[in-house]
Each structure stands twice: as C-alpha cells, then as structure tokens.
C-alpha cells in the first residue's frame, strides 16, 4: 500500500509540474498579446498583430523602403536618453503611383477644338495653351530671334541638327550674333553648343545650348502631335488624346525650368 500511495504522489507531482509549464507558457503568451496590442493603433496597426497587412514582398528578412534595403532586425525605434522607446520614424509605404485628374474645363476646351481642329491660336484650346506652355517656353534673352524660333516651328520649317564637336569650323565675324560652338544663340550665355538651328531657307546657322534646345524639342514635339489629331492620323479616343497633349504641355513647363536630358558618351 506505501509503494501504491507513492507511485500515486509521484504521479500527481509530475502532473503538477507540467500544469505549472502550461500556465507559465500562457502568462508569457499572455504578456505578448498585451504588448502586441498597446503598441498597434489603427494609424500605425502592429503588423506583428496584423500580418494581413504586410504584402509578400515585406514578408521577408529584408525589407525595401523608399529605395533602400533596410534589415528587418534594425527597423525599430531606438531608446531616447529619457529611456522610453520612441516610435520607429520609417512606415511602410506602397510604392508612389502618379495619378490623375481630369480637369473639366481643359477638356471641354480640348473638346471645341477637336470638332474643328486647326491651328488657329484665335480658340479657347490653342490661346491658353500659347499663353500658359508655348510662350514661356519660347522666351529667350534674345527676343527677336526667339520670335523668329517661334514662327518656324509654327511653319514647321526650323531644322535642328546636330554639330560635330570634332570638326567645329572657325567661327567668322559674320556669324558672332548667330552664337558659337560654345555660346547659345538664344540665351546669349557661355555654353558647350551641340546642335544648331536653321530657320526656313535662310542660310544663318544658330547655335544652341542643351537646355534651349529641350524646349524648342518639347514645343515642336506639341505642334506635331496636334498636326497629326488635326490630320485624321491619331485613331485614340478623346480623353486619350486629351492626356497625351497634358503630357506634351508638362513637358513644355519642364524644359522652361531649365531641366533636360543629356547625350551619354
């Protein structure tokens, strides 16, 4: 009967033992919930808590934010000097998409002048576009022969061509006020000119800097594509020529402020 009542003891003691480890495994599972949850709120949810919320992508040792690879281990905030842990400062974001917005009166302007197209600047379409894009864009220091710019790309008689940097002739007396190989024409400043211009049949070639010849690009790249829209040659529906001549006025407004694309090589 001893050895009976201490085969039960034994029995009882070890079944104690492994309750104990359960409930110390769910005082510590316990602690974590409480800690998940008073660290998610609903503008910056815990992912730990809320694994619906990371994509595939994010779900890994390595984590790509804005650009760079940061380790998944050392995303977390850093203690302060007061001790308490401050917020980590870098969120997960999706990756930016542009998007748009129809604006309605552009494209009821766009509209009126898609019954008739011409390139008459006396339409609603055409004048806000040669105030706001075609003007600014065409603005030199030299107004003259801006003008001149202006009024070859409307006849579509300007040539731009390219110089060859190796072969450069010697610029005669003559040709001092059509700028140099490294002087623009238009802008009248001290720059490396890899393209000339010819206006019509005038024989005057005119040299220009990278930046002057993006815009007079980004202006003849708009009279060209409503040409084609006035012509019957774009098969796209409205709002789809609509965005395209958006896109060519954006381009316009870029290259004004001075930023273009350069040759590699």
């Known amino acids: 009967m ?16 492994e309750a104990q480890g359960k ?3 769910l005082q510590a599972e316990v602690t974590a919930l409480k ?19 990371q994509s595939s992508g994010t ?24 001790g308490k ?12 998409k542009e998007d748009r917005e129809m604006d309605s009166v552009l494209f009821a302007e766009f509209l009126m002048w898609k019954e008739h197209p011409s390139l008459d600047r006396s339409s609603a379409f055409l ?12 603005s030199f220091t030299r107004s003259e022969l801006s003008q001149l710019v202006q009024s070859a790309v409307e006849n579509n008689s300007l040539t731009i061509e390219p110089v060859a940097m190796s072969a450069l002739p010697m610029v005669k007396a003559s040709a001092v006020e059509c700028g140099g190989p490294k002087k623009c024409a238009l802008s009248g400043m001290s720059r490396l000119c890899r393209h000339r211009i010819k206006l019509g049949d005038k024989g005057s070639y005119y ?7 993006a815009r007079i690009t980004a202006v ?10 006035q012509q019957g040659l774009v098969r796209h529906d409205a709002e789809q020529m609509f965005w395209e001549v958006m896109r060519l006025r954006r381009e316009m407004t870029v290259a004004k402020l001075g930023f273009h694309l350069t040759d590699q090589g």
Do not use: M
């Open 220 to 229: 003849c790249n708009f009279f060209t594509y409503i040409r084609y829209i």
């Open 23 to 25: 409930i110390d495994v």
């Open 85 to 96: 842990p401050e917020p980590s400062s870098v969120s997960i974001q999706p990756a930016a």
């Open 35 to 53: 800690t998940l949850v008073l660290t998610s709120t609903p503008s910056s949810p815990n992912r730990q808590l809320h694994p619906q919320l």
């Open 127 to 138: 004048s806000r576009i040669y105030l706001e894009d075609i003007g600014p864009c065409l």
């Open 207 to 213: 040299y220009i800097s990278p930046s002057s010849r």
């Open 59 to 82: 779900r890994g040792a390595y984590k790509h934010v804005g650009g760079h690879i940061r380790n998944k281990s050392a995303s977390g905030g850093f203690p302060s000097s007061s």
């Open 2 to 17: 001893v050895r009976e009542a201490n085969v039960k003891q034994a029995a009882a003691e070890k079944q104690l033992k």
